[in-house]
Structure formats: C-alpha cells, structure tokens
C-alpha cells in the first residue's frame, strides 16, 4: 500500500517515480568520514557512502550519511555527462520516522524540486535553468567526473536543494596535489566551486583522483551560509574496480535500522 500511494502521489503531482538502478550490483563504492574542521579530537561527525553503477547510458548513484541524530538517502540518476538529473532524498530519525521526502528533475528548460507535505500532495518549486548544466546537491559529485580537467575552463552549474532554493557554482580547476587519506595516498586534480551572494561568496574545494573514474578522496566546504562551520571530509575505503576493501566499513550499532524508502 505504501509503494501504490507514493506512486500515485508522484503521477498525481507530475513528479516522476523514486530512482531505483536495475539491481543493487554496485560498480563502485567508497565510505568517508565526516568532521569538523578545526576539532583536534577528530570526533566523528558523520559515516557518508556513495556507491555509483553505470549501465544503457545512465550513470546511478546512491549517497547515505550517518550520524548521531538519524539518516539521510539519496538516489540519482543521470545521463553520461552527469547531465538530466532526477534524484530522490529521505531523512529519518534514529527511530526511524521520516523527517523529508523530496524530489529534483529536469523536464526540458526547466528543474523542478518536489517536497511531499504531511498531509499528502505536494509543493513543487520550478526555476529556468537557462541552459546551465543542473546539479542537484549529492549529483555534484558524478558531474565533477565529466568536467574538463587540465584546462583553464570554467563550468557554470545550476545547484538546486531539497529545500527548494537554487543558486549558481562556478567551478574551476586549481591545479593538482597529493592527498593521503585513511584509505591511502592519491594524485588528485583540485576542484574549486565558488557560489557568489550579495554579500559574500562561499567557497568549496572537491579533489578527485586523477585516474578514472575521477571519484572523490577529499571535501571542505560549508554546511550553510555566512558563519556556518567548515565540514571535512575524507575516503576511508573503497570497494570495487577501484580495488580492494582495505577498511571495511561496519555500521554503527547504536543506530537502530532505518526502514527502506518508499518504493
């Protein structure tokens, strides 16, 4: 019944249905660990995966942070440029109620991001995309694979939140560093994407391997605007082509199990 009523409310409103992959048979899967930056203590802040499959063109991925209030999931779909986004976020609690349930998509010029209300139905916030690429929040990661490395380009992309607001990045290249994680050493190209507001700008710096498939070892950057704090966030192990688990991740016990997402 649950599965029936979501994907009615989802025909209803025009959103499309939740994003699901052909099967579970993940090509690619890295854990991180989250902290503030700054803490001496390196407490952990958040358990984050992502995991990535692609097959017929599509690129899937899948993104799920843990920490000590609950959970969030996202699944993502998108095309081989990391372009044609749809993507789906749930949030729950450690009991496992549900927080949010929302939906970005691109129907031609437009992105719409979907919100369901307690009540059913749902609200639904549409902004022009101008042409510019759209990302949306987590899909950032799989469209960084396809920017245009060793190159003084450029890329202007459409970020467009679960909570409904839009803004520009303007994403560039900083040249290239070594970066030694808990799951080792890489050579990787240093991205920067600067959002520019009325009176501030906020910066966030991305490192990507320099070898295929260009997947994220390091993250700085905000949660929020103006006096937010600054979050790292660093690979702890991957799983896959990329090689062997050299640091299983183990989910924490003390988090209850989280119900799967309405299908």
Known sequence: ??????????????????????????????????????????????????????????????????????????????????????????????????????????????????QRRDKGGMKIRTRDTGGTPVAAEASLMAMLRFFPFDTDQTLEVLIATFTQHFVTMSVRQRGSETITTPAGTFECYKIEGIVDLYVTSIKTTY????????????????????LAPTYVTSLSSLVGEQGADRQAHKPDASLPPVPEPAR
């Open 207 to 226: 490192w990507l391997t320099k070898a295929k498939p260009y997947f994220m070892v390091r993250y700085e950057g905000k949660r929020g605007l103006f």
């Open 1 to 114: 019944m649950q599965l029936l009523a979501h994907l009615a409310a989802a025909l209803l409103t025009g959103a499309p249905a939740p994003i699901l992959p052909p099967s579970q048979d993940w090509d690619e899967r890295y854990t991180y660990e989250t902290v503030r930056a700054g803490d001496a203590s390196s407490t952990r802040v958040e358990r984050v995966s992502m995991e990535y499959m692609a097959t017929n063109g599509t690129l899937y991925m899948h993104y799920r942070a843990e920490n000590e209030r609950g959970c969030e999931e996202m699944s993502i779909r998108c095309d081989l440029t990391g372009s044609n986004v749809t993507a789906t976020k749930q949030e729950y609690t450690k009991s496992g109620a549900t927080l949010s349930d929302a939906t970005i998509w691109v129907d031609g010029s437009n992105v719409h991001v979907g």
